[in-house]
């Protein structure tokens, strides 16, 4: 496996400190470097070499799944960990869309998490048996109803931020958009999962567990 090089991305410096302590007992771990959001990844990435990412989804600016989509094909090689509060039912499938080679939701505990890293870095996919039975599930049946499937990435995260009460100039500074883009999103979401207001948005969005 060699002496590695691993990027952890996430918009709270004490959980950077602490994963990166936590990735640092890893004897096979070389060098740890840190990222405030997926700009700054899109940057570190261009200018050094990285073995691993973990990256969180929920950072401010550009979206992380946005991104990891653009960047990934240029970094064929890269092992990428999305490490998440959002639960594995509605987010895996959409990161290893993105280019993810792993997922790992945030309340598993840190042995789940060096694991995960050391699959990876071995050349192997990392997925709970949750996500394994659900990505089959959806290459066979694949549902018309399925939410990964009716929504697109970035009307994704627009409801993202209107189940958490954001206002559409909120929302917009997050995504990096304009106000203007992000009421037609609103206006795609209400239109393609058939409802009415924001309160249903968001009801439908608790519903299909997309809250933290």
């Known amino acids: 496996m060699g002496q ?17 302590r936590l990735i640092g007992e890893m004897p096979e771990v070389k060098v740890i470097g840190e990222a405030d959001n997926a700009t700054k990844v899109q940057q570190m990435l261009r ?17 992380p799944l946005d991104m990891l989509k653009r960047v990934k094909p240029d970094y064929p090689d890269l ?13 895996a499938l959409r990161a290893f869309r993105s280019g993810a080679t792993g997922y790992l939701n945030k309340e598993n505990g840190p ?9 990876i870095a071995g050349g192997c996919t990392y997925m709970s048996a949750a996500v394994a039975s ?4 959806n290459h066979h049946a694949k549902p018309i ?29 997050q995504l990096n958009l304009s106000a203007k883009t992000v009421s037609t999103y609103r206006t ?19 519903a299909h567990l997309l809250l933290k």
Request: negative net charge; aromatic residues 6%.
């Open 111 to 119: 042995e789940k998490l060096l694991t995960a890293l050391r699959q």
């Open 79 to 91: 092992g990428v960990l999305i490490l998440s509060m959002y639960p594995e039912e509605q987010f």
């Open 4 to 20: 590695l090089k691993v990027l952890v991305a996430d918009d709270h410096a004490i959980l950077r400190f602490g994963l990166k």
């Open 47 to 63: 200018e050094e070499h990285w073995d691993l990412l973990v990256l969180d989804l929920d950072m401010p600016g550009q979206n």
């Open 134 to 137: 659900s990505l089959t599930h």
């Open 145 to 173: 109803d399925a939410i990964n499937d009716v929504l697109s990435d970035r009307e994704f995260a627009v409801l993202r931020g209107i189940a958490d009460g954001k206002h559409n100039t909120e929302i917009a500074v």
């Open 188 to 206: 795609r979401l209400l239109l393609k999962l058939g409802v009415k207001s924001n309160v249903a948005l968001a009801r439908y969005a608790a």
